[in-house]
């Protein structure tokens, strides 16, 4: 099973970019999915995430209204459309998914429950 992240760029302060998230090889079905970026000098932090039994979507503060995730099951592809983009979400970002378990809320934030993880993409916001 592979993640493949991409969609990432360069765009100006107040951009948009969406990025997508596809699973290939072995056919499976996440039970969630999460977005993680990881600034030059910083650790790895969350950004969004949804689960997919019922729908429910997390955001890290930073990034809440303006990012939005959203997943298409039939596809097995998840998305992060990012609005109003600021030159401090520059980062790799990076797409993971979790099959074996259903994450509950103070979980699904956590990098250790993700299994599968993509090669990230890169997102710089600059003037």
Request: charged share 20%; with cysteine; proline share 3%.
């Amino acid at each position: 099973v592979q993640l493949q992240a991409s969609g990432g760029g360069t765009v100006q302060p107040g951009g948009s970019l969406r990025l997508s998230c596809a699973a290939t090889g072995r056919t499976f079905r996440t039970t969630a999915t999460g977005w993680f970026r990881q600034a030059p000098g910083k650790e790895r932090e969350f950004v969004a995430a949804i689960r997919k039994s019922d729908r429910h979507l997390y955001y890290a503060d930073s990034v809440k209204g303006r990012f939005t995730i959203s997943s298409d099951s039939g596809k097995n592809t998840a998305f992060l459309q990012m609005n109003s983009l600021k030159p401090e979400d520059t980062a790799i970002y990076y797409c993971a998914g979790v099959s074996s378990l259903n994450p509950i809320a103070s979980t699904i934030r956590q990098q250790r429950t993700y299994e599968y993880w993509g090669q990230g993409t890169q997102v710089t916001v600059s003037s």
